[in-house]
Every structure is written in C-alpha cells, then in structure tokens.
C-alpha cells in the first residue's frame, strides 16, 4: 500500500465549476498536510498546508482534514483554466511524503 | 510565501565535467534544505536533506561521492554533479523547509525554480 493515495487522473472540470481532490494516507501520527501544485516544467507551489482536523480556507481553495479517516481533500471553486496543473498531496514525517498527483484540466 | 531561489536555472555541460547548482532561502533561515530530481512524467525524487553545518543525509540508492551537497549557511546549500554523464541529466529541485512563524505555516517547504541539466 502507498503511504499517500491520490485520485487517479486525469480529473478534467468545465470552467466555473469546482473540482475536488482527494487524498489518503496510512500515518497516524503526521501532524502536517500540504497541498502543491506543479505547472508541467516548473516546480512544485505551495497552495494550502492544514495541520487540525477540519477545513481550511484560503481564496478559492479549501483543504479539509479527517485524521480519524486519514483523508485530507482540495477543493477550488470557480475553477479557471490557469488551475490546469498537477496537484500534490504530502504529509510530513521527517521529510514530505508527496502523493503521485492528480492532474487537473479545466476547460474553458 | 517564502522565496527560494536557484542558480542557474538551465546548464548544459559536457560528459565528465562538475556542474554546482545554489539554492538560496530569500527571505528566511533555513536549517533544513532539501534536494530533489524530476525526470519527465515522473514523481519528484527526494535525493538528499541538507543540514546547516552538518553532513547530508542521502536517500538509498544516491551517490553521496556523486552529488556532493555542502550547507554552509542558513540561506545556502549547493548541489554539485561530479563527472555528470548523460543519465544525469534531469530536473533538480531544491527546497527549504520554514521553521518559524505562526503555528498556520510551521513547516512549510518552499520549492525553488529549478535547474535543468542536460549532460552531452
């Protein structure tokens, strides 16, 4: 089993609409969860971290957190095709655990 | 969010020779900075985690003679590619990790631009 499961893509979103990305993990004890998003060619970008149980909102991005079910979730409303990219879930346990990515298309 | 910046951002060197990448934290100290290498289509690769002050610590299967990874200050580490030969030519990405702050963005990392190597 992966330590970081993400949906398998590619998710693609008509303009406008929100997307929704998901992602499990298998540590218990990983206090830190972060959301990147990498343009094809570039590096990864920080978008959200989230470290409680709960949501987390930042512009048209919310992370949201389940501990209990090991679950922590995107969502980005109004999506626009510049949110085109791969998005990355990790969790920290000495050094960032990264998920394989969910790629993202949003078409106008 | 923090800046951290990389130097040069492209080189292309030939077989055999050194090549030595900066990653410098802009507006931040950096006791922790990471390495990392991409190949195309695939998922970041965690080389090595770097220490002000201290040795590297390399993930297994990296060359530590080969990616040679020095520290010497809170806002720079630098990578250098011994003898490169075309295999390594790859993505590399550097990170740094914030330690300080408010409780909202304790540990985050911050990636650089990265620098693309192409070894002839």
């Known amino acids: 089993q992966k330590e970081v499961e993400q949906n398998s893509g590619p998710l693609s979103v008509p303009e406008g609409a929100i997307a929704s990305l998901n992602c499990t993990y298998s540590?218990?004890?990983?206090?830190?969860f972060f959301w990147y998003r990498q343009y094809s060619g570039k590096s990864p970008e920080l978008i959200m971290s989230?470290?409680?149980?709960g949501d987390k909102e930042d512009g048209r991005f919310t992370a949201q957190l389940n501990k209990a079910s090991q679950y922590v979730s995107l969502l980005i409303r109004d999506s626009q095709p510049s949110d085109s990219a791969t998005y990355l879930c990790?969790?920290?346990?000495?050094?960032?655990?990264f998920g394989q990515g969910t790629e993202l298309s949003v078409k106008p | 969010g923090a800046v951290v910046s990389q130097h040069p951002s492209r080189v292309i060197c030939k077989s055999g020779t050194s090549v030595k990448i900066e990653c410098r934290s802009l507006?931040?100290?950096?006791?922790?900075m990471f390495w990392y290498r991409q190949f195309p289509k695939q998922s970041l690769m965690l080389m090595a985690t770097?220490?002000?002050?201290?040795?590297?610590?390399?993930e297994q299967g990296v060359e530590k003679d080969k990616f040679l990874i020095n520290h010497a200050s809170l806002t720079l580490s630098t990578l250098t590619v011994t003898s490169a030969h075309p295999e390594d030519s790859s993505f590399y990405i550097c990170?740094?990790?914030?330690?300080?702050?408010?409780?909202?963005?304790?540990?985050?990392?911050?990636f650089g631009p990265g620098t693309r190597l192409t070894v002839l």
């Open positions: 990170s740094a990790r914030w330690t300080g702050g408010v409780e909202s963005s304790y540990n985050e990392q911050f």
């Open positions: 540590d218990r004890v990983s206090q830190s």
């Open positions: 989230i470290y409680s149980n």
């Open positions: 990790a969790f920290l346990r000495g050094k960032l655990i």
């Open positions: 507006d931040f100290q950096a006791t922790t």
């Open positions: 770097s220490n002000e002050g201290s040795k590297a610590t390399y």
